[in-house]
């Protein structure tokens, strides 16, 4: 019996030591990353049956247990990857939130003072200080422009760089983990199938440490190792292979680095962007996609849309020298980029990108494709796809073309990528500013007789000169051409009605239109509704040329001109002029050049309500607030009442350093919806918010993401965690059980001497 309570006392002692052991190796291990709490879970030895009963044979050590609750460590995965992805993306969003709403390095204060030096152009248009100030403005707004596309760029390679990176990692926890699972199979097996406790937690820890950096989904397989999945299901650690991720460029874009992983026969797999949705590669990714790749599309649309609508503008203006308006801008065009496997044989296939109307431009890029038989463009924001079996076609302001495109040749369309690196000043010379209007329009404010009478020698004089509008036919010249011989005045074209000369007397005689005109010094003279008086002694040939502009009665006026894209610098040349004359008869303007010759094609009337109708001159339809639109490109409008006879006048304008219309129409352009229905600020103020609002979106997420992490941690460390307190009782405990195992020896020892001496 004293034999048995020996070997009691011995179970007891080894018990109490491996409590002690794995208390300390708890304690020493207290910070250890992904370490779990280890218990001595003991059981009784059995007893052997004497008759009277059983007698126990002391404690046993079925094995140590690691205190791991699956669901919480589960729980805590697939939280924690979802905060590092967040994690990600708020310190990428968070620069670039920064970057485009600053007050004084964004956008918005290189705008308003290129626009507020373009106000003080109008104020002054012939101020050479005022046109150098607009040209430092743009230079200025586009190298703003250039500065924050240049941090983007700066962003996307950081991307870039992150994505190397993770991958880095990636490859080496994937080694690792492979590693440990044979390193757990390899102790299962010689440890007769006891539990590598420290080895499991390594590998719990590797993986934890992957799923920071992409989500992972684990398989436990019958031998003790882990199956690690990523993406959409790819496997990165299966038995004893393990798969390696590289980085590559983008088939249609060798600028975007992408997530491939490479098979057991070398060949490599994309995964798509789409696939990693969690840890901070996911952050990553995904922030490029949903937010800077936007961000890069919608500065350089408002750098396009910008500096097309500017040109537009500046084209129908007229500079210091009388010239017609250049681009004010140089505008980048749309990045197109070929797919690395298009077919290589001749003909070589290409593709055009040409932005035709830029208000209509989106932010998005587009995937052009050729299946041998039809094209489609692909808008990638959100995959509607147009198809044609001939190109070109015009999609959302762009016209896409093509050229010796095979079945499977595709080509990456980036329309605005390059707005707002590429936007610069085209002109550098202040003269160059197109502020004026290359045409004026003007009416009689007062009666002018237009009379002529250069190269005559002789005295004879003209006065006492009016016009019967009533009688006068618009725009007609009379001549009077004195012959001494006869003593008699010859008129020229010959008049409608006669010619009435009332004498000095009062006597008043009918000439019929061609007869030879008595000459009477100081008669008065009248012939289709021109009247004057002709005293002196005219020479042999001389001649008196009317032509008159009568005044307007009426309560017309006529606008302002201005041109659109089809005038040309020969549309209105110098010494030409447009007249427009009212005939209340027919309630028509009667149209004829005045000047030289000055067509001005069919013309297009609309009237107050916008009604358009074309027409052909001479005569055009008048009411009250038309506007008339020759097919050469001028544009006016009259409203008011004319009286009969009223003329109106289009000319080219030959004198306007000073004139500032087109300076005010450039001006204007700073409110005008220019992008859909916003402008250029508002454009830029949505970005703005967008980042702003996205920004604290994912601030918010983040932060209850991380409260909801670190009580799921707490959860799972109050149970798998070491607590000192706790492993401090534990040890005393165990120090406690012992000296009293080591009592049950000493009683058991001295059981035996004691019979040792009886025995003696």
Known sequence: MATNIFSIGQSALAAAQAAQATTSHNISNATTPGYNRQVVVQSTAGGINYGYGFVGQGTQVAEIKRVYNDFLNKQVMASQTTASSLDSYLSQISQLNNLVADTSAGLSPALQDFFKSMQNLASTPNNDAARQAVLSGGSTLAARFQSLNDQMAQSRTSVNAQITSSIGSINSLATQIQELNQAIIKAQGSGGGATPNDLLDQRDQAIADLNKIVKV??????????????????????????????????????????VSIKTSSNATILLPDGAFTGGSLGGILQYRTETLDTAQNTLGRVAIVLASAFNAQHKLGQDQNGALGTNFFNVPVP????????????????????????????????RLDYDGFNYSVTRLSDNTKTTSATMPVTIDGVDFGSAGMVAKDSFLIKPTINGANGISVAITNTQKIAAGTPIVTSSNAVTNMGLVTSGNTGTGVVTSATVNKAAFAPNSTQTYTYSSGTNTLALTPPPVGNVMVTTTAGVTTPYTPGTAIPYSAGATITADGVSFVLSGTPANNDKFVFSPTPANTGTATISSGTINSSFTATTLPAGSKLSFTFDSTTGTLATSPALGTAPMGTVTVKDAGGNPVLVTPPNLPFGPGYSYTTSTGMSFSITGQPANGDQFYVSPNTGGVTDNRNALALNALQTANTIGNTSFQGSYSQLVSLIGNKTNEITVTNKAENARLTAIQQEQQSESGVNQDEELANMIKNQTAYQAAAKIIQAASDMLNVLFTLGG
């Open 217 to 258: 989904t684990t398989l436990p397989q019958n031998n003790g190792s882990m199956s690690v999945f990523i993406g959409n299901g790819q496997p990165l650690v299966l038995g004893d292979q393990v798969a390696q991720l590289v980085a590559t460029p983008a088939d249609d874009d060798p600028t975007r680095l992408q």
């Open 335 to 366: 990045s197109v980029v070929a797919n690395i496997k298009n077919h290589v044989a001749l003909p070589v296939a290409t593709a055009t990108a040409t932005i035709s109307n830029p208000s209509a431009l989106t932010t998005s890029d587009y």
